[in-house]
């Protein structure tokens, strides 16, 4: 049995059609697990008539605590032998499972697809997380998963891919592989830590290069990841290479290393543009965090541009005012300001 849970939260207009193309799976063998995340809007009264009394679907209703609490929860529920994660604003074609379980042998803990991307008023267009599907057991083998984990264009056939392999969404999980793992809490890219470990406790990870789940993306708003959401990725990503070191491979190094570079970019044109006479008091604040006293002591490797080798020396000088207006000027330049 495969066990398909259904995280959502205020997600009115979109959750009966989602439930919907569960139902509607050719499947013959899956139980379907809604975790309602504290919806303050109909999510909830939606999703019950949706399910229909239907023996092999059932809701769960939790306080609001996100979208990896709710996935636990779905995860603590499930009984069936495999697992997979649909988010509430998105919709499933008939075969997924169907062609997804085709695709699993003895060994196989994940099967992965990619996506077709939709929106209202829009053609679907189908998005590619690489160029063709291939089968990962070993660490060499993973280390394309990985690449893509720490910089979402990482593998991307055409370069532009608008979403990356580390969603949880379009993945058969076998659950015993699961076992003792969970979501961490994370306000974003929980999703994607989760896989870190998923993908290294998996013996076998097929991915089929075939659009077989459905992605909303007029339901996506602009949201800026605050600094500190950042910092707690980036020591996620430090425990789990202490845990796995084998994984850390010379390419991965180098990914990680650039990816703490652009989220302490990030940290510090985000600090150093809220203005006034505090902002240079929170770039050093910032530069004081563990992850970037970490990160400002390294030797700078010849993968970092002019623009933060320029930042990771005043930084390490202790040069706080250049360091403010250096990180503030793109913003101004962007603003149209002196």
Same mark, same amino acid.
């Given at each position: &049995?495969?066990?398909?849970?259904?995280?959502?939260?205020?997600? /009115?207009?979109?959750?009966?059609?989602?439930?919907?193309? @569960?139902?509607?799976?050719?499947?013959?063998?899956?139980?379907?697990?809604?975790? *309602? *995340?504290?919806?303050? *809007?109909?999510?909830?009264?939606?999703?019950?008539?949706?399910?229909?009394?239907?023996?092999?679907?059932?809701?769960?209703?939790?306080?609001?605590?996100?979208?990896?609490?709710?996935?636990?929860?779905?995860?603590?529920?499930?009984? #069936?032998?495999?697992?997979?994660?649909?988010?509430?604003?998105? &919709?499933?074609?008939?075969?997924? @499972?169907?062609?997804? &379980? /085709?695709?699993?042998?003895?060994?196989?803990?994940?099967?992965?697809?990619?996506?077709?991307?939709?929106?209202?008023?829009?053609?679907?267009? +189908?998005?590619?997380?690489? !160029?063709?599907?291939?089968?990962?057991?070993?660490?060499?083998?993973?280390?394309?998963? =990985?690449?893509?984990?720490?910089?979402?264009?990482?593998?991307? $056939?055409?370069?532009? #891919?608008?979403?990356?392999?580390? @969603?949880?969404?379009?993945?058969?999980?076998?659950?015993?592989?699961?076992? #003792?793992?969970?979501? $961490?809490?994370?306000?974003? %890219?929980?999703?994607?830590?989760?896989? &870190? =470990?998923?993908? !290294?406790?998996?013996?076998?990870?097929? =991915?089929?290069?075939?659009?077989?789940?459905?992605?909303?993306?007029?339901?996506?708003?602009?949201?800026?990841?605050?600094?500190?959401?950042?910092?707690?990725?980036?020591? !996620?990503?430090?425990?789990?290479?202490?845990? =796995? +070191?084998?994984?850390?491979?010379?390419?991965?190094?180098?990914?990680?290393? %650039?990816?703490?570079?652009?989220?302490?970019?990030?940290?510090?044109?985000?600090?150093?543009?809220?203005?006034?006479?505090?902002?240079?008091?929170?770039?050093?604040?910032?530069?004081?965090? *563990?992850?970037?006293?970490?990160?400002?002591?390294? +030797?700078?490797?010849?993968?970092?541009?002019?623009?933060?080798?320029?930042?990771?020396?005043?930084?390490?000088?202790?040069?706080?005012?250049?360091?403010?207006?250096?990180?503030?000027?793109?913003?101004?330049?962007?603003?149209?300001?002196?």
């Amino acid at each position: &049995m495969v066990s398909i849970i259904i995280a959502a939260y205020n997600v /009115e207009k979109y959750i009966a059609a989602c439930i919907d193309s @569960v139902l509607r799976l050719d499947w013959p063998d899956f139980e379907l697990i809604v975790v *309602d *995340d504290g919806s303050s *809007d109909a999510t909830p009264s939606i999703c019950q008539e949706a399910l229909g009394g239907r023996e092999n679907a059932r809701c769960i209703r939790q306080q609001n605590a996100g979208a990896g609490a709710a996935r636990n929860a779905g995860i603590d529920a499930a009984r #069936g032998e495999f697992l997979m994660f649909v988010d509430g604003d998105d &919709m499933v074609q008939p075969d997924l @499972v169907r062609k997804l &379980m /085709e695709r699993v042998g003895p060994e196989t803990d994940i099967a992965a697809c990619c996506c077709l991307s939709f929106q209202e008023g829009a053609e679907p267009s +189908p998005f590619h997380f690489y !160029a063709e599907g291939f089968t990962a057991r070993t660490v060499a083998e993973k280390e394309k998963l =990985y690449g893509q984990l720490l910089r979402i264009r990482s593998g991307q $056939p055409d370069g532009r #891919g608008h979403t990356g392999i580390g @969603v949880p969404w379009g993945k058969l999980y076998r659950t015993e592989a699961l076992r #003792g793992l969970r979501f $961490p809490d994370l306000r974003r %890219m929980q999703d994607n830590a989760f896989n &870190m =470990y998923a993908f !290294a406790r998996a013996r076998e990870i097929v =991915y089929l290069d075939e659009p077989l789940y459905r992605y909303r993306r007029d339901h996506i708003s602009g949201f800026r990841v605050p600094p500190e959401n950042l910092a707690d990725v980036i020591r !996620a990503r430090e425990r789990f290479f202490s845990e =796995y +070191p084998d994984y850390l491979t010379d390419a991965l190094a180098g990914e990680f290393y %650039m990816e703490r570079l652009r989220y302490f970019g990030n940290g510090l044109k985000l600090r150093a543009s809220e203005g006034g006479s505090s902002a240079k008091e929170k770039v050093r604040a910032l530069c004081e965090w *563990d992850v970037y006293r970490r990160l400002i002591r390294e +030797p700078i490797r010849h993968e970092a541009g002019a623009r933060y080798r320029a930042a990771l020396l005043l930084a390490r000088l202790r040069l706080y005012g250049p360091l403010t207006w250096i990180s503030s000027a793109r913003e101004r330049r962007k603003g149209g300001g002196k």
